[in-house]
């Protein structure tokens, strides 16, 4: 399986202020996937990021709250924009492979005061 | 919005009995796929059961997948105490690439 990387694997963030958070494959993916875990809740998919083209967001994700990026098929970027102490959670991102398992980052912990 | 819906929420039993935990979901699926995550740590993939599939196995673990009622479960037979943790199904709907997860079920494993 694809291994997947993220940075930063935490943080602690001013209110107000924006995190960008990377997610690195080591190989070429078509599907790559980012998910919100809230504290002792399930994971909710943010968006879906294309490569080339802008990101697919879920019901309640916009883009100007979650901008993404996705320059190539290895690599894309989520950014949690003027952050409020709700946006604290867990942020993965994961990938599909050729036989449709998806595969999980070990997730960015976001604290935000 | 969540797809699939685990029961129990929890479930606590002793070193050495059967876990079974129940996935229900409500559209049409390509496949439905298992997790294990451990306390603030990342996922686990389990195990993928395609649609047209009824039954996989993997070590310790026996999923089944019943279509016509929307619904899978997982079984960990002989359970350790390395097997608590969280366990969500996700569900990949017809039609397009997204995976939806279900709410998860804890399992506490006593030794």
């Known amino acids: 399986s694809a291994v997947i990387s993220q940075k930063p694997s935490r943080d602690i963030c001013q209110r107000g202020t924006s995190l960008t958070i990377q997610c690195q494959v080591d190989?070429?993916?078509?599907?790559m996937f980012w998910y919100r875990q809230q504290p002792g809740q399930s994971l909710t998919l943010i968006a879906t990021a294309n490569q080339g083209s802008e990101a697919t967001y879920e019901s309640g994700f916009v883009i100007d709250k979650f901008p993404i990026s996705r320059p190539n098929l290895t690599f894309s970027t989520l950014t949690v924009s003027n952050m409020s102490p709700e946006d604290s959670s867990i942020y993965l991102c994961?990938?599909?492979?050729?036989?449709?398992?998806?595969?999980f980052g070990p997730g960015t912990r976001l604290t935000v005061t | 919005s969540q797809q699939g819906e685990e029961d129990p929420q929890a479930l606590s039993i002793q070193e050495g009995e059967n876990a079974t935990m129940n996935c229900s979901y409500k559209?049409?699926?390509?496949?439905l796929q298992w997790y294990r995550q451990n306390s603030g740590r990342g996922l686990v993939h389990l195990i993928l059961?395609?649609?047209?599939?009824r039954e996989k196995h993997s070590g310790r673990l026996r999923v089944t997948l019943d279509t016509s009622k929307k619904s899978s479960s997982l079984l960990i037979t002989a359970s350790r105490a390395a097997d608590t943790a969280s366990y969500f199904c996700?569900?990949?709907?017809?039609?397009?690439?997204?995976?939806?997860f279900g709410a998860g079920t804890r399992l506490f494993v006593k030794a």
């Open positions: 559209t049409s699926i390509n496949n």
């Open positions: 190989s070429q993916v078509t599907m």
């Open positions: 996700a569900t990949e709907m017809t039609g397009g690439f997204k995976t939806i």
């Open positions: 059961i395609r649609s047209n599939e």
């Open positions: 994961s990938v599909e492979e050729s036989g449709y398992e998806q595969y």
